[in-house]
């Protein structure tokens, strides 16, 4: 079942609502942004603790230019220390785009009739996934539009079918869910063909602007989507991911939203989200939105900074609807997890499209995306700047999720875990995807990486994976 108001399936005071506007407004309308106060919050986050609302909301009012840069600085500094250099890399398929929704920035609402709706049948989808394969890559997150064809069951089918998938030494590890919220029966269902994140958005937590763009269809219903993630943990799914679609509303009170969303998820389950996300609005076919409310790059590099400062344990997500600058910035400050190679048309992969955001066919696709570099330039850039380009899945197969999850996460010995696996999973994409300019770059790379980990961490063991790798055996984690 996708939808059931009748039928939430949690206690009745979980439904009083955790989202308060006037909390949050009080929150920001009382904010002390004096010098002193806003550095104590910076160093409270680099000792790896989680913000109040009220500390968020002093850091989001700030203005002082130097103040700004000092929280830039903290929250490249603490994304270091939890994360370390490493950048996980994923690719969406979209699986189906029919909706019931209208959703006033979304070109796949019901309204637009113009265009031809597809939904990709299971050879199509083993084809798309072949495709992203043999790119290299092995984390994907499915897409599907809100809609009853896409029940539980078909959800659950298309997952094993791109988990069946496999092509020479490649193969989809790791399927992370964007989709329509269930109830408890739906979400179980789901779990049992072995996802990754289940992620849904709130998209705005200010229910007068939610009533406004979400004008019908199942989506409609605030309370609904906005209690989906509880009804996913009461099924079992301890690994969630929540955002907002930045430039619907005040992106101070949308940021604050995404905070009380996390206090809320940490109270009842002990479990933060595993992932956060920050699209911003960008242009789709027949967009119809209050654009007083779009944010300006610099606040965005801002909020970035200021939620990861604020919740230090979370991965980041920053999507391909960003163009390249703004992700190689903001990279700095907080993001952990980013999209290569990407191709929102349905069974684009398979046709060996290049996305161009000036060609873009918004009849085909649900938002114009900016970043439309490869996946190998992609690695490139990373891999000259420093970073470990990333596809590990270990955690999951580890069952490193939930209160487990956050046991290495909160005191930020995650990155123990994160670098030596991430240097595997390049070596991976090295050895059987890279050119050889790329593999030669990438080598030097994890030269250096292993020589910086043997100050801190034993790294025999590491080495002699690597070289297990060159040989020929693949999918070796900690």
Avoid at 255 to 261: D, F, I, K, T, W
Avoid at 395 to 412: A, I, Q
Wanted: hydrophobic residues 35%.
């Amino acid at each position: 079942m996708i939808y059931n108001p009748e039928k939430y399936s949690i206690p009745d005071e979980r439904m009083v609502s955790f989202i308060d506007p006037d909390e949050i407004w009080h929150a920001l309308n009382n904010a002390n942004t004096d010098k002193s106060r806003v550095r104590d919050i910076i160093q409270a986050s680099l000792n790896k603790k989680r913000l109040s609302l009220q500390e968020t909301a002093d850091l989001l009012m700030t203005t002082d230019p130097e103040l700004i840069e000092e929280i830039l600085e903290g929250a490249r500094q603490l994304k270091e220390k939890v994360y370390g250099e490493r950048i996980v890399l994923f690719a969406p398929l979209y699986v189906g785009d029919l909706c019931t929704n209208n959703c006033l920035y979304c070109g796949f609402r019901a309204s637009n009739k113009e265009i031809k709706r597809v939904t990709l049948d299971f050879g199509e989808l083993e084809k798309e996934t072949l495709a992203l394969i043999d790119q290299g890559h092995k984390r994907l997150i499915l897409v599907y539009g809100e809609h009853p064809k896409y029940s539980a069951q078909f959800i659950h089918d298309t997952v094993k079918v791109v988990y069946a998938t496999k092509h020479q030494n490649g193969e989809i590890r790791r399927v992370n869910i964007n989709a329509a919220p269930f109830d408890i029966e739906g979400f179980r269902v789901i779990k049992d063909a072995g996802i990754g994140t289940y992620q849904i958005f709130q998209e705005t937590y200010h229910q007068p602007t939610y009533a406004k763009v979400h004008t019908r269809g199942m989506k409609s219903d605030y309370h609904w989507r906005l209690t989906a993630l509880d009804r996913a943990q009461e099924a079992g799914i301890d690994d969630v991911g929540i955002g907002a679609l930045f430039g619907l509303y005040d992106w101070r009170f949308e940021a604050l939203g995404l905070v009380r969303h996390v206090n809320h998820l940490e109270a009842v389950y002990h479990v933060g989200p595993h992932t956060i996300s920050f699209p911003r609005v960008q242009n789709a076919m027949n967009l119809d939105i209050d654009k007083n409310y779009l944010v300006k790059d610099d606040e965005f590099v801002r909020l970035v900074a200021i939620l990861r400062l604020a919740v230090p344990y979370t991965g980041m997500i920053l999507t391909a609807r960003e163009p390249a600058e703004i992700r190689d910035k903001v990279l700095r400050f907080g993001v952990s997890q980013i999209d290569g190679g990407t191709n929102i048309e349905l069974g684009g992969y398979s046709k060996g499209k290049t996305a161009v955001a000036a060609s873009q066919d918004l009849s085909k696709e649900q938002f114009q995306i900016n970043d439309t570099r490869s996946l190998n330039e992609i690695m490139n850039e990373l891999i000259d700047k420093g970073y470990i380009p990333s596809f590990c899945t270990a955690c999951y197969r580890l069952d490193r999720t939930g209160e487990h999850f956050m046991e290495f996460t909160v005191p930020g010995f995650i990155k123990r875990f994160c670098s030596p696996n991430a240097l595997l999973t390049l070596a991976e994409y090295l050895e059987d995807y890279a050119p050889m300019q790329t593999k030669e770059q990438g080598y030097i790379l994890i030269e250096q990486k292993v020589n910086e980990l043997s100050g801190s961490q034993n790294t025999v063991s590491l080495v002699e994976k690597l070289q297990q790798i060159k040989e020929g055996k693949r999918d070796l984690y900690f």
